[in-house]
Structures are given as structure tokens and as C-alpha cells.
């Protein structure tokens, strides 16, 4: 570097697990940007702010925002983008010469692997599984993009989901369900699943290094997957998550988490820095990434 690189980090907590900064900083290589990316680890909500001011005063350019402090950020930022607003998250800052503007590029990364489907999927049943901050982008996206003539969530706690997705179940956009049901094999519950076009995980389940890793969200033998269906794991670690495995083998289409993971970070490399992020070449190095992780 000939100069001073332009500064760019993930505010989280506990998040050295992150493949931010193998995306970005190999990004910033291949198109010879001056540029770095690192971790900003906080432990303590309560010094949020001060790290934003810091963001602020020592002219850091950007930062992704991750668990738990998506929605932290939120009233300590200058300005947010209809996305942000949309779902009261953050997961991308700007600073625009001191002012801070806070974006979600959650909703677009989600959205991009589909959009070649779109024709097939916007009008016609859909299901997610879980309610959290995945399950509320992924539900933007459609309600934007391919708004399906049903949208079921399925849920295990259905009081604290009823309260997060409130203003969509009273819009009549979705309706909720109980994981329960469809854990038992109960006919309803999966026949829900059987008449959706597109599935959609948006829990941590099957992700590597939990007690659940090698589970699907739809439980074996359900017999839920079939030829026409669009099968879409946010999970990326594994690429190939139970639930993918479960539905190809039945005939169905699949897009693997790290679609959107490279989705939402090419996003937020093109508010930053205004160019396309070289996705189709970090993609190998994430995947060899993945795979030496699963060895150790």
C-alpha cells in the first residue's frame, strides 16, 4: 500500500468466526484496492455507541453489523435506507464524511439468488422456517420481489413470533405455524411444506458445530420435496446443509447459503466502494475456507 488504506470492519460480538474479513480483504487484493478489513469485537451493548463515535472521529469508512447488535446500532446512526427501516435492522454503515448511514443488505442478498426463479415463485405457495432477523429479511424480500399467494412460517415459540411479525400477520401477508407439528410428521403441517414452490431456512439448524448439524429443518421421511420446488438454505456452513442434501436427492432445486452470504456482502462492498465485488473468484477461496474449518 502507497498510502493510507481506506479502513472497513465487522461490529459484533464474539464473531472470529466471520468469513467478513477473508470476503472483503480478498476482494480489496483482487481489484488492487488500498484498502483492509478486520473485526471490531465489542462484549459491552453499552460501548456501542462509543465505537460508533470511534467509527465517526478516526474516519473508519464502513462497518457490516452483526449479532447482537443489528438493531443496537440503530438510534446512534445519522440516517437509514427504506431497507433498514423496513425491518429495524442494520447491517452495513457508511460514513459519508461523518455522517452515518446504516443500511440492510440482508434483504438484496437474500433476493439476488432468486431473481432468475422469479417467475416461477412470485404468485404461488411459499414456506419459511424461523422468525428471527434472517426469517424478517427474507420476508421483505418476498413481500418486494415475489410476494407468494401463501406464505406460511413455521415457528416454535408462536407468542414471541406472533409479536415480531405482528404487522405482517395483521397485513394478512403470512400465517404461522408450529415446527411441532411438522417434527411429528402431522399431515397438515407437511403438506404445507409439499405445496410450496419455495422453501426457505432461515434458522441456524444443520449449521456446523451445533448439536443439530447433521438435521434438517424437515424432518427425514416427511417426503415433503419434489420435482418444481426451490429449496433455499440460509445456512453456509456446511455448502451442502442436510436440508439441501434431503431435497435434491428428492428431485428439488437448491441454492446454498453462501449464495446469499456473497449476495448481501457484494452489496455491502458496492455501497462502500461503488464497484461489483469479484464474486465468482472469492467464491472458491470461501468454500476452501468452509472445508478447512470442517477438518480441524
Known sequence: MNGAPQI????????????????HNTAFDLLRLEAVYTIFSIADPAQVPFALGGVRSLGISGCNVTIPYKETVVPFLDELSLDARSIGAVNTIVNDEGKLVGHNTDIAGFAAPLMARKAGIAGRPAVLFGSGGAALAAIEAMKRDFPPSRLTVFVRDPESAGARLERHISEGFLELALQEELDRGERGAVERCREA???????????H?????????????????????????????PADTPLLISAREAGASTIPGIAMLLAQAARS???WTGLDMPTAEIEPVVLEELQRRRQQ
Open 8 to 23: 472497513y470492519g465487522l461490529i459484533g460480538r464474539d464473531v472470529g468466526y466471520s468469513l467478513s474479513p477473508l470476503i
Open 197 to 207: 414452490t419455495l422453501l426457505v431456512n432461515a434458522t441456524p439448524k444443520g449449521t
Open 209 to 237: 458445530g451445533r448439536t443439530d448439524a447433521h438435521e434438517s429443518i424437515v424432518p427425514a421421511g416427511a417426503r415433503a420435496f419434489h420435482e418444481g420446488q426451490t429449496v433455499y438454505d440460509m445456512v453456509y456452513n
Open 269 to 271: 462492498f458496492q455501497l
